[in-house]
């Protein structure tokens, strides 16, 4: 089983452009979610995808926008940015639920956003 | 509004102690609590799981409590060891499959 991978590591912006950032699933997760780590804070649920519909959005603007690929990869793509969206992005990854039931989610490493 | 909480920033253990790590919730509606353990430049790792119907949970070193009444739960690692030294995030999942995580828990073994 391959782990779950994100591109790039770190990234910088400008205030107003746009990003995409890249996420490869393990193989045979059907869901990936994507979720932004401000410094100090836990990390706080953007959206999810399931075979490529989204399935769930946590309250960020629609300038967050994802894409859910067949081949297990995902994108996230912000417009517009904005300083506050200077984070760290993390996308996990699940497949069936586990014995205990609950949705064990399989995180990245995470991609550095700095907008200056 | 936060509904998980974790109040506790830091905590320092020696190691061979017992650590207990404090969680709180606001919403009777979650389903399942996860606790996920993240060391720097790596993306959290699952650590342990319990169901809402539960009050207990054990895997090795690690033992989660739920208190349902008291919408609290808590995480126990005994023995610790210099490799729980890491930050520890409390995790709710809901009806939808949605988690909301906690701000964390910084946990440091003492020698």
């Known amino acids: 089983e391959t782990g779950v991978t994100q591109s790039p590591t770190h990234l910088i912006k400008t205030r107003g452009q746009q990003v995409t950032l890249r996420c490869s699933s393990q193989?045979?997760?059907?869901?990936v979610s994507w979720y932004q780590q401000a410094l100090g804070q836990g990390p706080q649920f953007i959206f999810q995808y399931y075979r490529e519909e989204e399935n769930g959005r946590g309250n960020f603007p629609p300038r967050f926008s994802g894409l859910q690929f067949p081949n297990y990869s995902s994108e996230l793509n912000v417009n517009a940015l904005e300083l506050d969206d200077s984070a760290l992005y993390l996308c996990?990854?699940?497949?069936?639920?586990?014995?205990?039931?609950?949705?064990?989610?399989?995180f990245g490493p995470g991609t550095r956003l700095t907008v200056l | 509004d936060q509904q998980v909480k974790q109040n506790s920033p830091s905590l320092s253990v020696q190691e061979g102690r017992i650590s207990i790590l404090n969680c709180d919730y606001t919403n009777s509606m979650f389903d399942y609590f996860l606790w996920y353990k993240k060391y720097p430049a790596e993306g959290p790792t699952f650590l342990i799981s319990i169901s809402s119907i539960k009050d207990k949970n054990e895997d090795g070193r690690f033992t989660v409590f739920l208190n349902k009444s008291a919408k609290h739960l808590s995480l126990h690692i005994v023995p610790s060891q210099p490799g729980d030294s890491a930050v520890y995030f409390c995790?709710?999942?809901?009806?939808?499959?949605?988690?909301?995580f906690g701000k964390g828990t910084r946990l440091h073994i003492l020698p």
């Open positions: 996990a990854s699940s497949g069936t639920k586990g014995l205990s039931g609950a949705s064990t989610q399989y």
């Open positions: 193989s045979g997760h059907n869901t």
């Open positions: 995790a709710a999942e809901g009806p939808n499959d949605k988690i909301i």
